[in-house]
């Protein structure tokens, strides 16, 4: 599975919106598996949009043929955008499917990890966070992705706010600890991301 991610500042709140209500084409189109996403909760004039394709195959063809007619309906709407991509690796939690109406959260972490600890990096990643982020109430799904550039994208739905503060406050520095991700990650960035039901696919 491929996952897209977009990441721009909206500088035409409404007629942002009002675009986005036009990608509910996007079902009919092979090989597409999902999108959703939301409004930042520290920067409000940033959104987050993620799309879920069956392979990298599908998402170049829709590229080639439908995009730009769903996309024109946002022109002019936003600037910066950040567009990356992600080949899927592993679940968080068990049976990943890109589904949105059950959550009300989803946290988006973006990591950068040195070349000769790239492979003790997804061995923490897979023995030490998911387990604890599996385990942890509210959790609802998440992902694990690679780009190439050693990359990894950690993408996790929750059921609201206050169950995703709480594993925070409670798990993570000890968890870091545990899986030595100081050494690991030469760069680190995310978000919290309040969904917005209107945009689910």
Request: hydrophobic content about 40%.
């Amino acid at each position: 599975m491929l996952v897209k991610w977009i990441r721009c500042t909206v500088v035409d709140r409404r007629g942002f919106e009002r675009g986005q209500r036009k990608w509910a084409g996007l079902p009919g189109e092979p090989g597409f598996r999902g999108q959703g996403g939301g409004w930042s909760r520290g920067r409000p004039d940033v959104a987050h949009v993620f799309a879920f394709w069956e392979s990298r195959a599908f998402y170049d063809s829709f590229m080639a043929r439908s995009h730009d007619r769903l996309a024109s309906a946002q022109a002019g709407t936003f600037k910066d955008a950040q567009v990356r991509l992600f080949d899927y690796r592993f679940d968080v939690k068990t049976g990943f499917e890109p589904r949105f109406t059950d959550a009300d959260l989803l946290r988006v972490a973006l990591c950068r990890v040195h070349e000769e600890r790239a492979e003790h990096y997804v061995l923490m990643q897979e023995k030490v966070w998911n387990p604890a982020m599996a385990g942890s109430p509210g959790m609802v799904r998440g992902l694990f992705g690679e780009a190439p550039g050693n990359e990894y994208l950690v993408l996790s739905m929750w059921r609201s706010a206050a169950e995703h503060g709480k594993y925070r406050t409670e798990r993570v520095e000890r968890l870091a600890l545990r899986a030595q991700t100081e050494a690991d990650i030469a760069a680190l960035t995310g978000d919290i991301v309040q969904l917005e039901p209107s945009w689910t696919v």
